[in-house]
C-alpha cells in the first residue's frame, strides 16, 4: 500500500487475537466469555467511515471462533487515520466491544466511525487546536474507536456500553458520540 505505514499481524497480535479466541471456546476469564455471549457466536460489524465516506459490511470471526485475517485487514484499513491516511493493526477487543455493543442493540446497525487509528501526527494536532484529546490516547494504538449509531439515541448506546463493561466508555453527547477502547473499564 503505497503511501500508508500498515502493520501486519505481529506475533504479540496473533497470540492476543488467539488468546481471545481460546477463551471463548475453552472458557476463561469471564470479561471474555460474556463478550463473546454478548457478540453472538459470529462476529460481525457493518462500519461507515464519516471521514472517508467508505462502508465495511464484514464477517471477521467465524461461528467456531476463528479470526478472518483478511477481514480483520479491511476492517484496519477502514479504520485508519484519515489525515495521514496510515493504518495500524485495529486490537481485537475493541472490534469485539463494537460488536458486543451493536448486538445488545438489535444487531445489525452501520456503526458510523468518527475515529479510529490516529496517527501520533493527528492525535499531537488535535491535542493543539482541541481540548480533551489524551497525550497517549488508545487510538494511537489502535484500542479505540469514536462511533455513533444512526437511529439508536447516544444515550442508550452509551448505556449499553456502560453495562457491556469490558472498556473505557467516553460519552460527547453534544458532538453526538461515544468513545470505546480496549483499555481497563472506566468512564468519563
Known amino acids: 500500500m503505497s503511501?500508508?505505514?500498515y502493520h501486519y499481524w505481529t506475533r504479540r497480535s496473533?497470540?492476543?487475537a488467539s488468546l481471545v479466541s481460546a477463551f471463548a471456546l475453552f472458557g476463561g476469564p469471564a470479561w471474555a466469555q460474556e463478550l463473546t455471549a454478548a457478540s453472538g457466536p459470529e462476529g460481525r460489524v457493518t462500519l461507515y467511515n464519516t471521514h472517508t465516506h467508505e462502508r465495511l459490511d464484514v464477517t471477521y470471526r467465524t461461528a467456531s471462533g476463528e479470526y478472518d485475517v483478511e477481514a480483520l485487514s479491511a476492517i484496519d484499513q477502514l479504520l485508519r487515520?484519515?489525515?495521514?491516511n496510515?493504518?495500524?493493526?485495529?486490537?481485537?477487543?475493541v472490534i469485539e466491544f463494537v460488536n458486543a455493543l451493536d448486538k445488545r442493540l438489535g444487531g445489525g446497525n452501520e456503526i458510523h466511525v468518527i475515529s479510529g487509528f490516529r496517527s501520533p501526527e493527528y492525535n499531537r494536532l488535535l491535542r493543539r487546536t482541541k481540548r480533551r484529546v489524551a497525550r497517549n490516547s488508545l487510538h494511537q494504538y489502535g484500542k479505540a474507536i469514536d462511533l455513533r449509531m444512526p437511529g439508536v439515541d447516544i444515550r442508550e448506546v452509551r448505556k449499553t456500553a456502560l453495562d457491556l463493561r469490558y472498556g473505557g466508555v467516553g460519552y460527547y453527547p453534544r458532538r453526538g458520540f461515544i468513545h470505546v477502547d480496549s483499555g481497563q473499564f472506566r468512564h468519563w
Open 3 to 5: 503511501g500508508s505505514t
Open 81 to 84: 487515520c484519515h489525515y495521514t
Open 86 to 93: 496510515k493504518a495500524t493493526k485495529m486490537d481485537v477487543g
Open 14 to 16: 496473533f497470540l492476543k
